[in-house]
């Protein structure tokens, strides 16, 4: 199961909250949060932990992001992010099983 849709929605959601119009609707995917929202490294810190927090929310198993992620992230496209974000879920989400059938 990919989570893409998933990190889709813990975007928009923080776009919906905290962005103006213009970059909601899938339309923070191209966006790049250094150079496209003006955010420092620690603005982009903490907005980065709010949309992981909103994914989270989602997920049966949480994921982890650790800070080199988040500031490696911070000077490129969202939709990076996203995928970023499916990636690790789909990963922890495949671990158990993975273990299962290997034990």
Do not use: C
Not at 69 to 89: C, G, I, T, W
């Amino acid at each position: 199961m990919s989570h893409f849709k998933d990190a889709y929605d813990a975007l928009e959601a923080y776009a919906q909250a905290k962005r103006p119009a213009a970059d909601r609707n899938g339309k923070w995917a191209t966006k790049i949060p250094d150079t496209d929202w003006g955010m420092i490294e620690g603005t982009w810190l903490a907005a980065a932990s709010d949309i992981v927090d909103r994914f989270n929310a989602m997920l049966s198993k949480p994921i982890t992001v650790p800070p080199i992620a988040k500031r490696n992230l911070h000077s490129r496209q969202l939709v990076d992010f996203q995928r970023y974000l499916a990636a690790k879920a789909d990963a922890v989400a495949k671990t158990p099983l993975i273990k299962v059938l290997e034990s």
